[in-house]
C-alpha cells in the first residue's frame, strides 16, 4: 500500500460538511469522480472518500479525522493502476495545502 500523511493541519473548521466539500472540489480540479463518502469504523467520526477516474481503473482513498487533526492519502495494491501512482502525490499535496499542513509519504 501506498500511503501519504497529511500532518500539522491547521483547519479553524472542523466539520464533515467543509471537509466532504473540499474533497470534492479537489477531485474535480483534477478530474476524478467521488465514488463513495463514508466514515471508517476504524475513525469514529472521520471522512472517507474513494477517488476514481470514470475510464480508467485505479482507486485512491482520502480520509480526514478531525479527531486526530491528521489525513492521508492511500492507495492498496489491489487498487493500483499506473495513473493512480502518479497522481497519488498530487492529491495528497494538494489536500495538504488545502487544510494547512503538509503531505509525507510513508515509508513502505
Known amino acids: 500500500m501506498v500511503t501519504y500523511d497529511i500532518i500539522d493541519l491547521h483547519v479553524s473548521t472542523w466539520d464533515e460538511d467543509t471537509f466532504l466539500a473540499t474533497i470534492r472540489e479537489l477531485a474535480q480540479k ?22 476514481g477516474h470514470p475510464q480508467y481503473p485505479g482507486l485512491l482513498e482520502v480520509t ?14 489491489n487498487r493500483r493502476a499506473g495513473r493512480n501512482e502518479a497522481m497519488i502525490p498530487s492529491v495528497a499535496g494538494r489536500l495538504a495545502d488545502r487544510l494547512g499542513g503538509h503531505a509525507e509519504k510513508r515509508p513502505s
Do not use: Q
Not at 42 to 49: A, D, I, L, P, Q
Not at 64 to 77: F, L, N, Q, T, Y
Open 30 to 51: 483534477l478530474g476524478l469522480i467521488v465514488k463513495e463518502e463514508t466514515t471508517l469504523l476504524s475513525k469514529n467520526g472521520s471522512v472517507h472518500c474513494h477517488l
Open 64 to 77: 480526514v479525522w478531525p479527531r486526530r487533526k491528521a489525513g492521508g492519502s492511500d492507495m492498496h495494491e
